[in-house]
């Protein structure tokens, strides 16, 4: 129960939590840890004076956000001992303690200090975060609550934690542009392997672990064939310097033996392009921003053609590219919508190359759960549209 509220001189009120703001070295690497790992929803987006990306706002229970920022270049980072803020709290249930060391193992965040009532971690850049049910003590591991089918603690459920979340989290924040690298342990690398090799495989962004990557799964599998998923949250072709989908071609496996190999990413390349090196002849720039419409969709597009030429060259049977689905709200699905145009136009012409496209679909109410991520339900009606010619490219 919160306590009651209190005043101080002038029957001014005491001042609740509205937002924290914590800064970062890499956008990209923090929404990674933070939405994708801790589950907090992106509720905004904002790009600086150049259309580089500078913030990402993220929901806190009791109205307050997390403000993510980019730290200046060169910015010194911050020791676990000096003086200042030190460290961002978060509430959860006592009996989701095991499942949260779990998942964060797994993920490449394991438990680097525990107490009775709280789990600590360090995100991507070596900040301290905590995961706390004080006051209250965890049960016994054999009665704590177990992971939801997705392999992850139920994120809901942790925010009936309510307030106490927000209230934590006036532990924050500061400390979180520590620069100290982290080195993601083996448990973030394994990946769900079958008995034989695959004979396809379902890659992509976040969704790829959530219910529409399971899904599609479930749809090759009833197809008769081995299936294996292979999901890295915030991951696109946007950012090649956090995560580079071209390298990891030739980590896939025989793709000769394969039947095919199914692509679902995008909805995290809606800002500006980081430029590879000797990427763009005789230029020496380093980002295309977003507002640059016609370079960002040529390059784009010339990434997502290199990509699925390079599984083609590989033997590969068939990649099918699924365009990303549209949210429901308004600016990101705006933004989505030169996405999808420009990946299908990149698989176009290509030897192995085919486009899923779930587009022209209405979406309802309850389809996503923060107007961008699909919910259950939203997997569920987008499969009976790219279910179908999924399985007929693959398994016919």
């Avoid at 769900?192 to 396809?200: D, F, L, Q, S, T």
């Avoid at 991951?235 to 496996?253: K, S, V, Y």
């Avoid at 779930?358 to 109410?365: A, N, V």
Wanted: charged share 25%; net charge neutral.
């Amino acid at each position: 129960m919160p306590p009651p509220t209190r005043t101080v001189e002038n029957d001014v009120r005491t001042p609740a939590v509205h937002h924290l703001a914590v800064k970062v070295r890499d956008l990209v690497r923090a929404e990674a840890f933070y939405a994708g790992v801790l589950g907090l929803a992106v509720q905004a987006r904002h790009d600086d004076a150049h259309g580089r990306p500078r913030a990402l706002w993220m929901t806190l229970d009791g109205g307050a956000f997390l403000a993510v920022e980019r730290a200046a270049e060169g910015a010194p980072g911050r020791a676990d001992d000096a003086q200042g803020w030190h460290c961002v709290a978060l509430g959860i249930a006592p009996s989701e303690r095991e499942s949260w060391r779990a998942r964060l193992t797994e993920r490449g965040h394991p438990v680097v200090h525990e107490t009775d009532f709280t789990l600590y971690v360090r995100d991507p850049e070596g900040a301290l975060v905590a995961l706390s049910h004080h006051p209250h003590r965890a049960p016994p591991p054999e009665r704590q609550g177990v992971a939801d089918n997705t392999g992850a603690p139920t994120v809901a459920s942790s925010r009936r934690s309510g307030s106490k979340a927000a209230a934590l989290a006036v532990l924050a924040a500061l400390g979180l542009a520590v620069g100290v690298a982290v080195t993601p342990t083996a448990g973030a690398q394994r990946r769900r392997a079958p008995a034989a090799p695959p004979e396809a495989i379902v890659l992509g962004s976040s969704s790829v672990n959530g219910a529409l990557g399971r899904m599609i799964e479930s749809e090759l599998v009833g197809a008769g064939l081995r299936v294996q998923r292979m999901g890295h949250s915030s991951t696109g072709f946007a950012r090649p310097d956090f995560f580079d989908w071209q390298a990891e071609i030739a980590r896939l496996g025989d793709l000769n033996a394969m039947r095919g190999v199914v692509v679902y990413m995008g909805g995290n390349d809606t800002q500006a392009l980081r430029v590879r090196e000797g990427e763009l002849e005789g230029s020496t720039e380093e980002w295309i921003q977003w507002r640059d419409e016609a370079r960002w969709t040529t390059l784009y597009s010339a990434r997502v053609r290199s990509f699925v030429e390079g599984l083609c060259e590989g033997g590969l049977r068939r990649a099918v590219v699924v365009l990303p689905s549209e949210g429901e709200r308004g600016g990101w699905s705006d933004r989505i919508r030169r996405v999808q145009a420009a990946q299908a136009e990149g698989v176009r012409g290509t030897r192995c190359g085919v486009v899923v496209d779930p587009r022209g679909g209405q979406i309802r109410e309850g389809d996503t759960v923060d107007g961008i991520h699909l919910s259950r339900q939203g997997a569920r009606t987008l499969l009976l549209r790219i279910g179908p010619p999924i399985v007929a490219a693959i398994a016919g």
